[in-house]
């Protein structure tokens, strides 16, 4: 880099001489104040970015749900209609208690498959790259083409599943497996989002794993400590915020849960399977009633916010 | 060898194999289906997926791979930048831009996503790759700019310096000194956004409302969404290894950027 010429201005140079006796201050400071020009000049395509597509979108979404705002023509206030309105919207109650209900089954289901694919892959022995690299490919796919790969999987035109289980006598007949009944439908989704996200989930489970030192293992063995002991009083207690950051994760994911149910399931039958952000897209596209998706949306991320911020103080006070 | 241990490891091989099996069935099954016609194997399948009244189109793969660049180069353009300054400079604000970042992954998608449909039609981006493209870099921010600060955080003082000595302004020290050393973030970054961008649905779904400018993934799903009457399972299956295939190809030969970019977040959060 030697050879680069020197910059004509020489205005850019931070590094005042050492062996100058005193540093001239009014020209540090202004350097200073330049380098912070600089770094503010390029963070400006991130703040145009974030300030133009999520902080303006974010308060609009507000004003949205004050208003009627239909998908063509002129918003009016209808202040506090939409908000009002959700209590009444049968479809809203439905889906409330399907998204909980798949959030808390998804949620253990996904955690209990991860951690138990971590611990498997957790030492290094022959095989297990392969191990590792079967359970993340999965991740690889797009989740909507994966709900569409379980939608064929599973179908009983071309599905192998069904043949097979008629075959060794676990079920006779036809059987609908995403759309039969709403058992059926919420587990096939179920089926589908742990061959796609179990592997994601145990590779952050696994750094927190690796990131626990032997001698803390080794110490426990000294100690007489069985294996089950070692994991609940030495494991577990240590992984604390990863599996802190894991189960948030799930759980917002599974809040949000959209491609799943609308590729799979279709939200049936019977709207069983109609899950939360479903019912916003439906408000806004299908009914076209923007104002009315817009509230739900704010109620949604109002939720999103206090579990987010109870979460981070959570871990907060523990660490 | 104790017989206990030996038992031990053949059971930890069975246990193994058998999961491998089950998590690389679908793939394969998914790749079987889509090759397998009435009397053996061809690409009928494929045919159909491209000719059948319902099916995709090469526009909607153009349209695809142009999201997917344009994302591509933005999420570099502005994670590149941003990362060199929340890593490298101070400025008043620094903090709070990079925390209103992280704030994009706390709110769900869906709540933003209706606003901004309303807000790109203000701006004249309705229904257009360009709004959908603009929309996807924002979502891909707060990991870019996370693993950029990071990797600008760790390149050494000295490099800087050094090549400030020499002369470079801050232009070309971020272009000839700073970016070679930052090479595997702008990777990890790179393919995280590709990755994103061709295979997403819910954004374009929203913003994207002629058949025209859809996006493969759109189209794919039409092909079961739209259809009333039976689905053709076939085509579906060939539409989904299409879309998988170039997907699954980068995690094979870039599986060491993908780790990094999903354990990046874990280890320093």
Redesign the interface.
């Known amino acids: 880099?030697?050879t680069?010429?020197?910059?004509r201005s020489?205005k850019?140079?931070?590094?005042p001489a050492p062996e100058a006796p005193r540093p001239p201050r009014r020209f540090r400071r202004g350097a200073a104040r330049s380098?912070?020009?600089?770094?503010?000049?390029?963070?400006?395509?991130?703040?145009v970015?974030?300030g133009l597509?999520?902080?303006?979108?974010?308060v609009?979404?507000g004003w949205?749900s004050l208003h009627k705002?239909p998908l063509l023509g002129a918003p009016t206030m209808n202040v506090p209609d939409n908000y009002t309105r959700i209590a009444d919207n049968e479809l809203v109650a439905s889906a409330v208690w399907f998204t909980v209900k798949y959030t808390v089954l998804m949620t253990v289901g996904l955690f209990v498959v991860a951690f138990g694919?971590a611990l498997?892959?957790q030492q290094r022995r022959r095989?297990v790259g392969?191990?590792r690299?079967?359970?993340?490919?999965?991740?690889?796919?797009?989740?909507?083409?994966?709900s569409?790969?379980?939608?064929?999987?599973l179908?009983d035109?071309?599905?192998?599943i069904s043949d097979l289980l008629r075959k060794i006598g676990v079920i006779d007949g036809y059987v609908s497996w995403t759309s039969g009944s709403s058992e059926s439908a919420l587990g096939s989704a179920m089926v589908l989002v742990l061959?796609r996200f179990?592997?994601?989930n145990m590779?952050?489970l696994l750094?927190?794993l690796q990131?626990i030192p032997l001698e803390v293992y080794e110490a426990a063995r000294i100690d007489g400590a069985s294996r089950w002991q070692t994991f609940r009083r030495v494991t577990i207690p240590l992984m604390r915020?990863?599996i802190a950051?894991v189960l948030t994760m799930m759980i917002?994911g599974s809040?949000?849960a959209?491609?799943q149910f609308?590729?799979l399931t279709?939200g049936g039958p019977d709207n069983s399977t109609t899950s939360l952000?479903m019912v916003?897209?439906r408000e806004?596209?299908i009914r076209l009633d923007?104002g009315s998706?817009?509230a739900i949306?704010?109620a949604?991320?109002a939720v999103?916010?206090v579990f987010?911020v109870i979460q981070l103080g959570v871990l907060r006070r523990r660490s | 060898m104790t017989r206990s241990s030996l038992a031990g490891r053949w059971g930890?091989?069975v246990?193994?194999t058998a999961?491998?099996i089950l998590?690389?069935s679908?793939?394969l099954?998914?790749g079987w289906?889509s090759l397998r016609t009435g009397t053996g194997f061809g690409l009928e399948n494929y045919d159909r997926l491209f000719t059948s009244d319902n099916g995709i189109r090469v526009h909607h793969v153009v349209n695809s791979l142009t999201v997917s660049a344009l994302t591509v180069a933005g999420t570099l353009?502005?994670?590149t930048?941003?990362g060199?300054?929340?890593g490298?400079?101070?400025?008043?604000?620094?903090d709070l831009?990079f925390l209103?970042?992280l704030?994009?992954l706390?709110?769900?998608?869906?709540?933003?996503l209706?606003?901004?449909?309303?807000?790109l039609g203000w701006i004249g981006l309705q229904d257009s790759l360009i709004g959908l493209s603009?929309?996807l870099?924002?979502f891909q921010?707060p990991f870019s700019?996370f693993m950029m600060r990071n990797s600008f955080e760790a390149v050494p003082r000295e490099l800087e310096?050094?090549?400030?000595?020499?002369?470079?302004?801050?232009v070309?020290t971020l272009l000839?000194?700073m970016l070679p050393a930052v090479k595997p973030g702008l990777v990890t970054v790179g393919l995280f956004a590709f990755?994103t961008s061709?295979?997403?649905?819910?954004a374009p779904?929203?913003l994207l409302n002629s058949t025209d400018q859809f996006t493969t993934?759109l189209a794919?799903?039409n092909m079961?969404?739209a259809s009333h009457g039976?689905?053709d399972?076939?085509a579906?299956?060939a539409?989904?290894v299409f879309?998988?295939v170039p997907?699954?190809l980068?995690?094979a030969f870039m599986?060491r950027s993908?780790?990094r970019g999903?354990?990046s977040?874990?280890?320093k959060?």
Not at chain 1, 148 to 153: C, D, M, R, S, T
Not at chain 2, 88 to 94: A, C, E, S
């Open positions: 880099m030697s680069l010429t020197p910059s020489g850019a140079r931070p590094l380098r912070a020009a600089l770094g503010a000049l390029y963070a400006t395509p991130t703040a970015m974030v597509f999520f902080l303006v979108p974010l609009l979404v949205m705002w694919l498997l892959v095989g392969f191990l690299t079967a359970f993340l490919l999965p991740m690889a796919v797009g989740f909507a083409s994966a569409l790969l379980f939608l064929g999987l179908s035109e071309i599905g192998p061959w179990a592997g994601f590779l952050i750094t927190g990131a915020p990863t950051l917002t809040l949000l959209f491609d609308w590729i279709r952000v916003i897209y806004a596209f923007l998706a817009a949306s704010v949604l991320l999103l916010v987010n | 930890y091989y246990t193994g999961l491998a998590f690389l679908p793939l099954w998914s289906a353009l502005v994670a930048l941003g060199y300054a929340f490298r400079f101070r400025f008043p604000g620094r831009l209103l970042t704030a994009i706390m709110v769900p998608y869906a709540t933003i209706i606003a901004l449909y309303v807000l603009l929309v870099i924002m921010l700019i310096e050094s090549a400030q000595v020499d002369g470079c302004n801050s070309s000839r000194i990755l061709w295979s997403e649905f819910f779904l929203i993934t794919v799903v079961r969404t039976s689905i399972y076939a579906l299956e539409g989904v879309m998988a997907c699954l980068l995690f599986q993908y780790v999903f354990t977040g874990a280890l959060g």
